[in-house]
Antibody, heavy 122, light 108 residues
Framework: EVQLLESGGGLVQPGGSLRLSCAASGFTFSSYAMAWVRQAPGKGLEWVSSLSSSGGYTYYADSVKGRFTISRDNSKNTLFLHMNTLRAEDTAVYYC???????????????WGQGSLVRVSS | SYELSQPPSVSVSPGQTASITCSGDSMGDKFACWYQQKPGQSPLLVIYQDNKRPSGIPERFSGSNSGNTATLTISGTQAMDEADYYCQTWDTRTAGVVFGGGTKLTVL
């Protein structure tokens, strides 16, 4: 059974940093692209970043480019999102999502975690 | 940037057919995915590559994509299908994932 378990969310002040983790199990983690998708309270889905299976290709939404970094540790079946210079508008539930393929382009997110809430507030 | 437009809400009677559209410039030249999200739950992939159903998704869910519009069709809609639905595609020009704004499907 595929499982994606996010952790690391919480309350952070504007300008602060946070690192989200997503522990994966139930599939060959190193064979699939992964992504982070967020959802602000009461709003729709917003893609944040994607990463190919090897970690060699990364993609970012303009809203987080230069502030967020996606990475993975295939030896530990874990996906990360390093978030710097956080803003109030980054407040959202952050979902980890598995792609059906190895490449991060033309994704199809077939499994999602339960989400981790990030609140940016003073 | 590339944008996808969805109607904010769609209503359907139980047993009838619901259609949810997703419009974007030359959307038919791209692949569309559809996700279902019920309150308090994570999104669930219901259609990928325009018209393919993941295992476990009922046959009443189908998809099409041509011209500027992708469409999710739910035949014989059931009360359990009441949810928010999001379309998604990949924009090669910006190298990014794009989601539609979402459509709230009400079964009444």
């Amino acid at each position: 059974e595929v499982q994606l378990l996010e952790s690391g969310g919480g309350l952070v002040q504007p300008g602060g940093s946070l690192r989200l983790s997503c522990a994966a199990s139930g599939f060959t983690f190193s064979s699939y692209a992964m992504a982070w998708v967020r959802q602000a309270p009461g709003k729709g889905l917003e893609w944040v970043s994607s990463l190919s299976s090897s970690g060699g290709y990364t993609y970012y939404a303009d809203s987080v480019k230069g502030r967020f970094t996606i990475s993975r540790d295939n030896s530990k079946n874990t996906l990360f999102l390093h978030m710097n210079t956080l803003r109030a508008e980054d407040t959202a539930v952050y979902y980890c999502a598995k792609d059906k393929t190895a490449g991060a382009t033309n994704p199809k997110f077939d499994f999602w975690g339960q989400g981790s809430l990030v609140r940016v507030s003073s | 940037s590339y944008e996808l437009s969805q109607p904010p809400s769609v209503s359907v009677s139980p047993g009838q057919t619901a259609s949810i559209t997703c419009s974007g410039d030359s959307m038919g030249d791209k692949f569309a995915c559809w996700y279902q999200q019920k309150p308090g739950q994570s999104p669930l992939l219901v259609i990928y590559q325009d018209n393919k159903r993941p295992s476990g998704i009922p046959e009443r869910f189908s998809g099409s994509n041509s011209g500027n519009t992708a469409t999710l069709t739910i035949s014989g809609t059931q009360a359990m299908d009441e949810a928010d639905y999001y379309c998604q595609t990949w924009d090669t020009r910006t190298a990014g994932v794009v989601f539609g704004g979402g459509t709230k499907l009400t079964v009444l």
